[in-house]
């Protein structure tokens, strides 16, 4: 009886967390413009509609480049606070690193308003880099903690015998060090991008009217109607979203690093 009741509530939980899902993917394959089910007509119709769509694409390209340009910002200035966490002691470590996990652990429309506050305050323009920095300030903790992560699973017997062969701390990091967590750089780079390309509550409150990105754009087309193009674009942010994960989990967790 216990697990005859355990065994339903578990598959009422994932059923209100993925029915939902798998209707916005199976609906975005509908050829009627009315969604409804069953689904009679199975095409990729909405799909060659979203990409003719300018705007949404627009939106798409600004959403890349944020999400490039705050990845390859995040995870180096993670990398640097790894290495500082994991390779130096220092006055205020522990504030250090309860500072780098805040924005990981505050509401998002907190970061947002709080941002847009200080942005205003000190007499930031909203736009394409408020927007960006948000994302970086979201991705840093993430990458920082997958890279701790990596450091300290790091043979550094490998580093001591590359300075006992002549080699300089540049050379040791360069040359040994970053080969060696490079799948866990990787794994937090896919993190930072899977993170910023989803983004909406920060970006919402730091857009500008020539900035908008993806997620902007869909809560925009959203306020008017839902369209089945919606459920396109949805699914392939999804499917992205997945992959990029997967590929993240998998390098995190190697055995290699």
């Known amino acids: 009886m216990t697990r ?42 909405w799909y060659a509609e979203l990409f003719q769509d300018t705007k949404t694409l627009q939106s798409l390209w600004t959403s890349l480049q944020v999400g490039i340009v705050s990845t390859t910002v995040a995870t180096m200035l993670g990398l640097l606070s790894a290495l500082a966490i994991v390779r130096h002691d220092f006055r205020g470590k522990s504030l250090f690193m309860l500072l780098t996990v805040m924005p990981m652990l505050a509401p998002g429309i907190i970061m947002g308003v709080s941002l847009l506050l200080f942005a205003r305050y000190i007499g930031f323009q909203t736009g394409f880099v408020a ?37 300089g701390e540049l050379s040791v990091l360069w040359r040994v060090t970053l080969p060696g967590i490079m799948p866990g750089i990787i794994g ?20 500008s009217a ?15 109607g839902i369209t ?14 997945l992959l990029l994960s997967a590929t993240a989990l998998s390098l995190t967790w190697s055995k290699r690093n």
């Open 131 to 167: 927007v960006l920095l948000g994302h970086v300030l979201l991705s840093l903790p993430y990458c920082t903690f997958i890279l701790i992560s990596s450091l300290a699973r790091f043979d550094r017997s490998l580093e001591e015998a590359a300075r006992g062969l002549g080699a």
């Open 188 to 207: 937090a780079a896919l993190f930072a991008f899977t993170i910023s390309i989803g983004e909406f509550v920060v970006s919402f409150f730091l857009t």
């Open 4 to 45: 005859w009741v355990l065994g339903t509530f578990t598959l009422l939980v994932y059923a209100m967390v993925y029915l939902p899902i798998a209707l916005v993917v199976i609906t975005s394959f509908n050829q009627d413009t009315i969604t409804t089910l069953p689904i009679e007509h199975l095409d990729t119709r």
């Open 210 to 224: 020539g900035t908008t990105t993806l997620p902007i754009r869909i809560y925009s087309i959203v306020k008017v």
């Open 228 to 241: 089945p193009e919606i459920n396109a674009v949805s699914t392939l942010i999804l499917v992205a979203t």
